[in-house]
């Protein structure tokens, strides 16, 4: 795919979508937005791609938040729609069947925090430092981190976050929950594949419904208890179930076909 601010390259199933915009801290401007929309659409469809791992181009910057230069310029009704837009295509990576993993390389605040949140997972290099700083601007988080914040750290934690604009370093964000792990910048990348190669080879429908039956956990007015149970069964009429299970009973490793 040919993109002017992304790249991606696909390594054995696993497609690195890397935000490439150095010279701003890879801030996303709407241009940047719509080309990671379609690369979403694009890790979706292919069937050969089993996960992604989003990053930032350079050392310094996951991505420094959406592009200032573009949100002084707007107004009340196309402020709306620019908000809508970006969390329609976070609500996309957090609702892809296919695990999605942040290497945060760097700062990862604003827009670039809710970018990492959306995604299922996130590791951290220790130089990197996440926050929500829009309240300095005179606006406040509007791609989902309000929400997302909350689920990851609690709702204490979150108002003072977002209030106080502090940006947080990857011990901390570890402990608080925001990280998952914490690596050197060299092993971030290989953190990352060593995730994604535990998950591709298991049954990919079932890794598709845990995504859905946890986001349901985290959505109102969803009974996610029902949405599992639905989940559950239908697991059992998967090939994979079958599978799994006569493996386990004659003692061998089970080969999924994600059918
Ligand atoms: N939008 C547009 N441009 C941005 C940007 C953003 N979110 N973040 C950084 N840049 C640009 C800077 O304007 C600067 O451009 P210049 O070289 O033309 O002056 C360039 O990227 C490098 O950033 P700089 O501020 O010089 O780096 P720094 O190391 O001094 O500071 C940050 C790094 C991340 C602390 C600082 O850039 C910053 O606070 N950025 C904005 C973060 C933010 O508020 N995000 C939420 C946006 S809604």
Known sequence: ????????NLQNGIMVITISRQERLNALNFETLAELHKAIRFLYDNLEIMGAIITGEGEKAF???ADITEIAKLNEINGRKAAETGQEIFQMIENCPKLIIA???????????ELAMAC????????????????????????????RLPWLVGKGKALELMLTADMIGATEAKEMGWANYVTTQSELMPKCFEILHKIINKPAISVGLIIDCVNTAFSKGQDG???????????????????????????????????
Not at 3 to 8: D, G, S
């Open 103 to 113: 290497a945060v390389n760097g700062y990862a605040l604003g827009g670039g925090c």
């Open 225 to 259: 208890f029902q949405t599992e149970a639905n989940a559950f069964a239908a697991c059992i009429s998967t090939g994979d179930f079958k599978e799994g299970t006569l493996a386990f009973i004659e003692k061998r490793n089970p080969i999924f076909k994600g059918k």
């Open 120 to 147: 299922h997972i996130r590791v951290m290099a220790d130089n990197a430092k996440f926050g929500q700083p829009e309240i300095n601007l005179g606006i406040i988080p509007g791609y989902g981190g309000t929400q």
């Open 1 to 8: 795919m040919n993109f002017k601010n992304i790249k991606t």
């Open 63 to 65: 991505v420094a938040g």
